[in-house]
Structure formats: C-alpha cells, structure tokens
C-alpha cells in the first residue's frame, strides 16, 4: 500500500484530491488542513509521497518543505496548487521538490504525478518545462521569494516565539539562540506583521490559536 500525505488548508480540496487518488485501490491517503500537524505526523508515521498546498496560512508549502528535508532528506515531496509557479521554481527545487501538480490536474495525470515521484523520477509540467530557460523566471524570483517569506513562519521566528511564550525577555532569547539582541527585535517585528499583531500578549494568544508554540508552556 502506498501511503500519501496531503496538506492542504481547504478541507473541500483536501477530500476532493483524496477521493480521486484512493480510485486507485493501492494508495491511501491522510488528509490534514495544517502545516504543524503535519510536522507532529511525520515524525510519528511514514509515508511514500507527501503532497503539499503551496499557499497556506502560517506556514507555507515551500517553509513546511525546508523543515522536513533538514531531517528527512530522502522525503518524495510534491507542490500541490492552482497557482502560476514559474516565478517560484528556483526556490522549489533548492527546498527540495521532487515536483509540482496543478490542482487542475485530471485524476490520471495526478497519478502518474504520483507514480513518477515513487519511482524518483521529476514532476515538471510540460508548460513550465519550456519556460525554465526565461529570464523573467530569474528576475521576478527574488521579488516572489520575498512574497512567500512575508507570509510564512520560519522555524527560527517559531522558536522565538516559543519563548517569547516563556516570558523570556530579548536579551534572554539572544543568549539563548546564539544571536544578537538587535536580531530578536527585528525577527519579533516580523513575527509581529505576519501573525497581524502588535504585542507580545497578542503574538502569544495568536500563535497558541494557530499551534505554533507548546501549550505545556502556560502557566
């Protein structure tokens, strides 16, 4: 049996994607609308493929990517959205894809996506195939590298949080991480617009809604 993991915020994409695959008696699929569940879950379980939303709320395709190579390298993983990715490409492949499926794919090119990641082999549509030489892709890549950093949690700004939930102050959490107290401001600032808040007290309650810190935390 071949177990696939699909991430995806919209519930009615998610069970949608998995009615089609599961056609095939020999897959199965989990289901989960979270990036931090998904996390907790690898670490428990083992599956053949992984199949990622590219934007999602929090933590992003490309972010939930990175965090799993840096301890599973040899992860099949493939980009799942309905978005024009080409400006996104370079950084795709450097977080460690295996390839990218439109969510418009029929259920036949979703699993021959599938099978070709099982058998280690690249997923690239044919249209962005033919474009991977154009030098727009290369000049708009930084621009939309920054798009996904701006709306996307890092590990580094998650740990922060962390303790920032601990009542650590900035000078703590510098000694902690091994980083300057400039650094923590200006990752706080940033961790501030993301999560569309303005102060500790706030980041606090809306990472702990969101799943990004430990509850064992509070007291």
Known sequence: MVRILLVDDHPSVGEGTKNMIEQDPDMQV?????????LELIEQEEFDVLLFDLNMPVIN??????RIMRTRPDSRILIYTGYEISPNFNVLVEAGVSGVVSK???REQLLNALRCALRDEAVIPV???RQLRRRDIRLNQGREERLMEEVSINER???????????????DIATKLLMSQ?????????IF?????????EAIAEARRLGLIRTDEFI
């Open 30 to 38: 989990t289901v989960l609308i979270s990036a931090m569940e998904a």
């Open 61 to 66: 395709g490309i972010e939930l990517t990175k």
């Open 104 to 106: 418009t794919s029929t």
């Open 127 to 129: 249209s962005l195939l």
């Open 157 to 171: 700004e998650q740990e922060i949080l962390q303790e920032v939930s601990s009542g650590s102050s900035n000078r």
């Open 182 to 190: 400039r650094t923590v401001e200006y990752n706080l600032t940033r």
């Open 193 to 201: 617009e993301k999560l569309n808040v303005r102060s500790r007290s």
